[in-house]
């Protein structure tokens, strides 16, 4: 497996509105745009910082994965998400290695990006996705 860089930060928020503000007017970086990706029940926003990018998350229902966060641990850095040459290939390389996986094969996220979740149990608590663009 070969990890070509950090591809982003998710970053889980009550309102990409009210969120929006400190990455643009404060921290001046350019609003990429915002997506809805029905099958996670979450609203992004992407902001480009170099070669990687901060996305922020809104949840679209109080029974998603964002809204649960929030519950538990309030807004904050939600996950990590490294970009890989072949997902596929990482995912069986990782399941091989023992590593306990949350999504035992790609699904479709924002920007049609494959991606999959490696369980925080594996990871020392932090949520990690993989991502291939």
């Avoid at 007017?25 to 992004?44: C, M, N, P, R, Y």
């Avoid at 091989?96 to 094969?105: P, R, V």
Wanted: glycine share 10%.
């Amino acid at each position: 497996m070969k990890i070509l860089k950090i591809d982003h930060l998710g970053i889980a928020v009550n309102s990409i509105t009210e969120g929006k503000s400190f990455w643009t007017d404060v921290l001046g970086l350019a609003f990429e745009g915002s997506e809805t990706v029905a099958e996670q029940k979450v609203t992004t926003a992407f902001f480009p910082v170099g070669e990687s990018e901060v996305e922020l998350l809104e949840s679209t229902a109080p029974d998603g994965p964002i809204a649960k966060f929030i519950e538990k641990k309030g807004q904050g850095i939600q996950h990590v998400a490294f970009r890989v040459e072949n997902i596929e290939a990482a995912l069986a390389e990782l399941k091989e290695k023992g590593i306990q996986l949350i999504d035992q094969k790609p699904r479709v996220g924002a920007g049609g990006a494959k991606i999959a979740f490696l369980h925080p149990k594996a990871t020392s608590g932090v949520l990690v996705e993989l991502c291939e663009r």
